[in-house]
């Protein structure tokens, strides 16, 4: 059985920083690409960042980069989310999921090519 778990979320001030983690299980954590996404209360989820299987290509949209840092760690099943100089627009339930294909290019940011998906993390910044 699959399991994805996310961890590390909570309350920081804005300007301060976080970095999430998300384990995997039931499955060979190497074999798959992994990324990122988040809900904000009453919007839609969105995606935040890719990472191909073995970190060779990353992903992230415009307004996480130069703040939000992807990577992993194989060999714990682990992959990570450092993000920096967060605002209260980062104010969300963060998750991850795992990739069908290695692709973190082009149209890496379509959700449906995500299929095993955790439960989240709530991010909250305060102001």
């Known amino acids: 059985q699959v399991q994805v778990v996310e961890s590390g979320g909570g309350l920081v001030q804005a300007g301060g920083s976080l970095r999430l983690s998300c384990t995997a299980s039931?499955?060979?954590?190497?074999?798959?690409?992994m990324g990122w996404f988040r809900q904000a209360p009453g919007k839609e989820r969105e995606v935040i960042s890719c990472?191909?299987?073995?970190?060779?290509?990353?992903s992230y949209v415009d307004f996480v980069k130069g703040r939000f840092s992807i990577s992993r760690d194989n060999a714990k099943n682990t992959l990570y989310l450092q993000m920096n100089s967060l605002t209260p627009d980062d104010t969300a339930m963060y998750y991850c999921?795992?990739?069908?294909?290695?692709?973190?290019?082009?149209?890496?940011?379509?959700?449906?090519?995500?299929?095993?998906w955790g439960q989240g993390t709530q991010v909250t910044v305060s102001s």
């Open positions: 990472i191909t299987r073995l970190s060779t290509g990353t």
């Open positions: 039931g499955l060979r954590f190497g074999d798959y690409a």
């Open positions: 999921a795992t990739k069908k294909n290695n692709i973190c290019s082009g149209s890496w940011s379509s959700q449906s090519d995500y299929n095993y």
